[in-house]
């Protein structure tokens, strides 16, 4: 009886919405690569978008650990918002009080809820390649439609991408994948652009503490009073956390009224015990990081030089741990190259098409978990496969079915 009665039944969709959006391809290739070393392999990761810190244990018996089992503020801990928003005035100069400050379960949710909180369905959406992955499907989830800047482009020229339909600008500053920051001139031109035309400015800036000798300019600085202007940051990038997810937005009250709404409704609370942890230790773990990002963009620069040395080219950029390098003269599918890089190479990198409409023909590449001979082997061996013949698709699919792997979903 229930046998026939499945035969009558017709599929059962999901939303149009989810079918219409990829999977987040950064997070597809490293699910490859955690499949692939469960099975023993060895790959050089330069695929993980976080870094690899040396974060000292410190103790929870200084919390209160009962007090983590159960909900806190909806806005986030004052404690930690107060920590936040002293960091963000001695560090970046900005005039931000803890009001301005809500927190959530990663910046991911929070750029989401923005989008929620300021767009209506058909608002359009400025983004500058390349761009993070999600800003793109996360537009297109509230029912907004994302318009990309070609990276080419000038900041002086992005008004020509403005239409009536422009809600608001993504910045993401420093840049992932390409590394590169926003001048104060370029921002403050920017800032004023969007405010003369209604246009909220978001500014991601999970990688702030990536740019040395004090020298980040947040856009929180340049529009004290918040009017128009978003931040979002998390703890993910400038304090090596990303497993913890606690993100948060700086905003002028209305958004942050908003943004409480949308929290008490999607998350509720950031979790409690963390936010503890890290209001208690705050300084104390800064106090680790930082000294480490040092050296990772010193070792940045070595890896520039053997960029250079081996006649690749990466887009500009002097802060964040990615590289975004052109594969020319490589010709064919960069998404099959970048399979037959993992399966056959054992290295895994990004392709460049999720990072915006003309970014293609690139590779994202992360030096945050590898150390630096490794990675140079793989830019090595990444040299040689782009002068090489293009990738059989037909072998790469038959590898992919031997190791009984999955095929990105689009």
């Not at 405010?195 to 702030?208: K, P, T």
């Not at 500009?316 to 010709?331: N, V």
């Not at 140079?376 to 190791?403: C, D, W, Y």
């Amino acid at each position: 009886m229930i046998n026939q009665f499945r035969d009558a039944m017709t599929d059962m969709p999901v939303s149009q919405k989810i079918e219409e959006i990829p999977e987040a391809l950064s997070v597809y290739f490293n699910q490859l690569v955690y499949d692939l070393k469960r099975k023993q392999h060895d790959i050089i990761t330069l695929s993980l978008g976080e870094a690899f810190f040396e974060i000292p244990y410190f103790d929870f018996q200084r919390l209160d650990f009962n007090r983590g089992y159960h909900y806190s503020d909806t806005k986030g801990l004052p404690i930690l918002r107060d920590k936040i928003t002293d960091y963000y005035r001695k560090q970046y100069r900005t005039s931000i009080n803890s009001d301005n400050v809500i927190i959530s379960a990663g910046s991911k949710i929070i750029i989401f809820m923005c989008m929620q909180a300021i767009l209506n369905p058909n608002d359009e959406v400025l983004i500058h390649e390349p761009a993070w992955l999600s800003y793109k499907e996360q537009a297109h989830i509230v029912g907004a439609k994302a318009c990309f800047i070609p990276y080419f482009y000038d900041c002086k020229n992005f008004y020509k991408f403005i239409t009536d339909k422009t809600k608001m600008m993504i910045l993401n500053n420093p840049n992932n994948p390409a590394g590169r920051t926003y001048s104060r001139e370029e921002l403050l031109n920017l800032y004023q652009l969007c405010r003369s035309r209604n246009i909220y400015l978001l500014v991601d800036e999970a990688y702030s503490d990536f740019v040395v000798d004090n020298s980040f300019i947040s856009i929180g600085s340049l529009a004290q009073n918040l009017d128009g202007v978003i931040i979002t940051n998390s703890l993910s990038k400038n304090m090596g956390m990303s497993g913890w997810r606690i993100g948060y937005a700086i905003a002028e009250q209305k958004i942050i009224s908003a943004l409480v709404k949308l929290n008490q409704h999607l998350i509720t609370c950031a979790p409690t015990i963390l936010q503890q942890y890290i209001a208690e230790y705050f300084d104390d773990i800064l106090s680790h990081t930082l000294i480490q990002i040092k050296d990772l963009l010193e070792k940045r620069k070595r890896i520039v030089r053997k960029i250079e040395e081996l006649g690749l080219y990466a887009l500009p950029g002097s802060t964040t741990f990615y590289f975004f390098i052109k594969t020319d003269p490589y010709e064919g599918d960069i998404h099959e190259l970048a399979l037959h890089l993992l399966l056959e190479k054992g290295i895994s990198v990004v392709p460049g098409s999720a990072y915006g409409m003309t970014t293609n023909n690139f590779f994202r590449i992360s030096i945050g978990t590898e150390p630096e001979e490794r990675i140079n082997k793989a830019l090595s061996v990444l040299q040689e496969v782009l002068l090489g013949p293009t990738i059989n698709a037909f072998h790469v699919r038959e590898k992919m079915l031997q190791l009984n792997l999955n095929e990105f979903s689009i």
